[in-house]
């Protein structure tokens, strides 16, 4: 050992010296050439006699992470500075985050291309065991189980790890609100792992270059810190389902309804959808009312440019786990009912879709919600009317230039046509009996709605503390 940061193992077998060397903040490895790691990327560093293992998450350029294990053998040191050596690098690995997490898996073998469990064996168990994380593991069988897991979960895991899409997440949060102490199940963190053909959530956390990076979600099971999120509670014929993401009627509801049966085509059916709805291109026949609290579109963008730089400035040192709550541990008590008009805009023109919900990304070609913050409460909404003075030709030209090349970098926000309102809650009221309707990418009955949303409700890991989706500035030309 050359320096207190510096170690030298040598690979069985081999002639080749590795050199281990870290600062505060990265990890270098040099065996002929550098690696530098970021020290929240190291998993692992354990020592039998002088055998070592140091394990991380590496990342070749812009490629996808993979895990790497060291193995050598230590050339010249004392065991007690050989202990002094890894304990210092995995205090400064863990910073505020609990090592060996308590995690409880749930994947579903069915979710997207039907590769859950062979990922989840080949790449996410040997990071999670790596890390050396209690793991328990459920593979969901029917629909439905996720909920009833989520429902009667244990309050002592450190995290739930959902190896599926976004529709398993939906039912996760609808278990924890039928839980017999909701408000201590909802304190659980749930961590995504995108594997299927709807994985909005993991996008939102990750950003959109590891959003589908299952290296980069496991990555955050182990290192990621609770970040608190609204829920939004959705009542239907007197029944309330909570929804984490998204509620949609008309063109866009083509996206997710009635491409059920083209999931071998992973999130391409979506693609397929938009274009379906295009082509089909029909007006939404239902009446929109909704509680405003922000309708000016700068201002919107302001705020979150604000909040962002905000959250920003405090990642590193954002907190561990909230306590238990040992008193108030009901579910938070509707604010609307669903006959309230004091306040309400009503919006009486034909539209061609309603869309609300929390959270940026719905999927990887659609940046609906970018000024969506985790815990301001508001549900962002929008809406496009069908224009009935212009030309059928030219409200279709006008649609696809909201959705079309930059609607995933969050283009649709900042254009005219589109009306964007930040709410406390709404209501949609169909016009007519048929209609599509999805939920969090689920399909519902084509019946009245509302929704509302309760402010800080669920926790998800994140690496950062906020979505990672960035919104540019208002374009010269809308
Ligand atoms: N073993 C199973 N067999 C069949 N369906 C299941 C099973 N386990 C879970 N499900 C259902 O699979 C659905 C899809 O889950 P999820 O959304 O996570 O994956 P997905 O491939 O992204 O699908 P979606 O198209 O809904 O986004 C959920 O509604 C869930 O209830």
Known sequence: MSSHRELRIRAAGSKKLTTLCYTDTELSVTDGRLDKVPLRQVLAARRNGLNMEVAYIGRKKKEPMFLTTLVGTVEEAEEDVLDAWLETLLHLAYEGVKRGRRVKVIINPHSGTKKGVAVFNKTIEPILRSAQCTLDISHTTRSGHAYEIAKTLSLDYDAMVIVSGDGLVHEVLNGFAHHEQPLNAFRIPLAPIPTG????????????????????????????????????????????????????????????????????????????????GLIQFKACPVQLSYKSVQVDKDEMFAIYQKRRTEAKANEATREGLPELAMDETALPSLKYSTTDEDGWTVVDKPLLYVLGGKGPYLGRDFMAFPVSLPDDGLIDLIAQEVFAQKKYQSARTEFLSAFGGDAANGGTFWKSSVNYVKASAYRVKPLSPKGAFAVDGEVFPFEEYQVEAHQGLATLLSPHGYYAAELAGRPTKP
């Open 197 to 276: 053909s709807g994985n909005g959530l993991a996008i939102n956390l990750l950003g959109m270059a590891d959003g589908f990076d299952v290296c980069a979600a496991t990555l955050n099971v182990v290192k990621g810190l609770p970040m608190k999120v609204d829920v939004c509670s959705l009542t239907q014929n007197g029944k309330r389902t909570l929804s984490f993401m998204s509620q949609v009627v008309g063109l866009i509801a083509d996206l997710d309804i009635g491409t059920d049966h083209l999931r071998w085509m992973g999130e391409a059916r979506f693609t397929y959808g938009f274009l379906r």
